[in-house]
Every structure is written in structure tokens, then in C-alpha cells.
T-cell receptor
Framework: AQSVSQHNHHVILSEAASLELGCNYS??????LFWYVQYPGQHLQLLLK??????LVKGIKGFEAEFIKSKFSFNLRKPSVQWSDTAEYFC???????????FGAGTRLTVKP | GAGVSQSPSNKVTEKGKDVELRCDPI?????LYWYRQRLGQGLEFLIY????????KSGLPSDRFSAERTGESVSTLTIQRTQQEDSAVYLC?????????????FGPGTRLTVT
């Protein structure tokens, strides 16, 4: 079955540490890739997205993600996290020809001040 | 403009009762989605509406679940004879069009607790 895997359930970092959250998917063919973030008490919101072109995508708040087609991966990175990055992060994938968006289980990030 | 709104924000119901959850999408968005998020799990697709086309109901877990949408406006998700395993946050999202590369905008969710 098609799936999206996020390897880390809960990540705890200190401020200024570097972040990488893993995301792998099992769809074949052309896909669209997304990272959504849910800050405590807030709605899910889009962090960044990849459709085509440069596989290194830059999003809001200093986040970036790299699409590696050969590895079916779309890992999220940030060079230096802040306490305000504490949130839950969801990777999502849709095949290019439909809107069947599948989400990973999410990774909870806790940044210690 | 206003974002996606959902009501109620919280709902506690007894096992066996029916519940109705409401979603108001962003004005002009033709696509509307319902998801379920159980504690500690990812978002589970339930149903999708695109304009006046027949909805994609492939994610509905049982025939106790149904949803309606009139045109490109409000949608309601109904769960009949609720069970404890229906306890979850139900999220609604809308997007401008239904193609996969259009961003989905999420509402705050309805937290359903079945006692």
C-alpha cells in the first residue's frame, strides 16, 4: 500500500542545534511533496512544498527540504532551531494526477530553551 | 479573508449517539476534504468533495460515516451510532482546486470524545 513514513516520533533538541526530520514515501511516479506544521493550539499550516524543479526547497522560518528521488525521501532541515519551532511536523505526499494526499504519522519536535 | 472554520470545537457524546460536525471552507475553494487524526497518529483521509462531482468516499471507515456538501459551501460529516474508537480530532481542509499540487488549508478541527 502507498504510505508515508516519518521515522522519528519525538525529537528533543536544544536551541541552536541543527534539525533533520526524515520522510520517506512509497508512491511511484510523479509526486508532490509537502511539510505541514502544527504549533501548539494552532491549525495545521503549510511549511513548504515541492512540485518540480530545484529539489532543494526553501520554506518559511528558515526551513528547507530536499527531494531525493532515488531515495524516495523528502527530509526537512533547519540549521539552527529556536524554542518557537516546538511543534508537530507532518510530511504529506500526493500523486501528481490526483488529490489523494497521504500524511505521515508526524514528528513532535521539542526545543529546549 | 477568513480561513476554514469548524464547529463545534469540542464534542463529547455517549456511545451509540449520532453526531454531526460542520465545516465552512474558504470562499471560492472548490475542493473540500475531511480527515481524522487519532491520538499519536497521522491524518487519515476520510472523504473529498470537488465542486458538484461525486465525492471520493474511499476513506470512510464504515457505513456509519457519511458526509454532505452543497455546491462549494458548507460540509457536514455525520457519524451514526458512535463508538469509542471514533474518538479523534476531525479535520477539514479546503483547496482552490483538486489537483494534487494545490495547498490544502486546514481548519482547527473538532475534538470528538465518545464515552
Amino acid at each position: 500500500a502507498q504510505s508515508v513514513s516519518q521515522h522519528n516520533h519525538h525529537v528533543i533538541l536544544s536551541e541552536a542545534a541543527s534539525l533533520e526530520l526524515g520522510c520517506n514515501y512509497s508512491y511511484g511516479g510523479t509526486v508532490n511533496l509537502f511539510w505541514y506544521v502544527q504549533y501548539p493550539g494552532q491549525h495545521l499550516q503549510l511549511l513548504l512544498k515541492y512540485f518540480s524543479g530545484d529539489p532543494l526547497v526553501k520554506g518559511i522560518k528558515g526551513f528547507e527540504a530536499e527531494f531525493i528521488k532515488s531515495k524516495f525521501s523528502f527530509n526537512l532541515r533547519k540549521p539552527s532551531v529556536q524554542w518557537s519551532d516546538t511543534a508537530e511536523y507532518f510530511c504529506a505526499v500526493t500523486p501528481n494526477n490526483n488529490n489523494d494526499m497521504r500524511f505521515g504519522a508526524g514528528t513532535r519536535l521539542t526545543v529546549k530553551p | 479573508g477568513a480561513g476554514v472554520s469548524q464547529s463545534p470545537s469540542n464534542k463529547v457524546t455517549e456511545k451509540g449517539k449520532d453526531v454531526e460536525l460542520r465545516c465552512d471552507p474558504i470562499s471560492g475553494h472548490t475542493a473540500l476534504y475531511w480527515y481524522r487524526q487519532r491520538l499519536g497518529q497521522g491524518l487519515e483521509f476520510l472523504i473529498y468533495f470537488q465542486g458538484n462531482s461525486a465525492p471520493d468516499k474511499s476513506g470512510l471507515p464504515s457505513d456509519r460515516f457519511s458526509a454532505e456538501r452543497t455546491g462549494e459551501s458548507v460540509s457536514t460529516l455525520t457519524i451514526q451510532r458512535t463508538q469509542q474508537e471514533d474518538s479523534a480530532v476531525y479535520l477539514c481542509a479546503s483547496s482552490l482546486f483538486s489537483r494534487g499540487f494545490y495547498e490544502q488549508y486546514f481548519g482547527p478541527g473538532t475534538r470528538l470524545t465518545v464515552t
